[in-house]
């Protein structure tokens, strides 16, 4: 069993930053990559950022430049660094693990950007 744990979404004003960190546990001993999607409401869900173990990365367009994905492999935890949020960041950002060619999935955690 896999599980992975998302915290550190909330509101936040038009240009201000947040921190989200995903802990992966169980049998992750395949882990290859992991990242973030996001869901707005009425959309289907979109990658935002992945990055493998080996420390590359990959962004959508509509993030790059503002968001930073980062990995700590000793933690098996992945980190995304927003900056300069936008009203249509607003989503439910889900975390994702990639194990023997499976996508596993976190709950979800809430990003509301204000305008």
């Known amino acids: 069993q896999v599980r992975l744990v998302a915290s550190g979404g909330g509101l936040v004003q038009a240009g201000g930053s947040l921190r989200l960190s995903c802990a992966a546990s169980?049998?992750?001993?395949?882990?290859?990559?992991m990242g973030w999607y996001r869901q707005a409401p009425g959309k289907e869900r979109e990658l935002v950022a992945t990055i493998i173990i080996g420390g590359s990365t990959n962004y959508a367009d509509s993030v790059k430049g503002r968001f930073t994905i980062s990995r700590d492999n000793a933690k098996n935890t992945v980190y995304l660094q927003m900056n300069g949020l936008k009203p249509e960041d607003t989503a439910v950002y889900y975390c994702?693990?990639?194990?023997?060619?499976?996508?596993?999935w976190g709950q979800g955690t809430q990003v509301t950007v204000s305008s």
């Open positions: 169980g049998f992750i001993s395949n882990m290859n990559a």
């Open positions: 994702s693990a990639s194990i023997n060619r499976i996508t596993h």
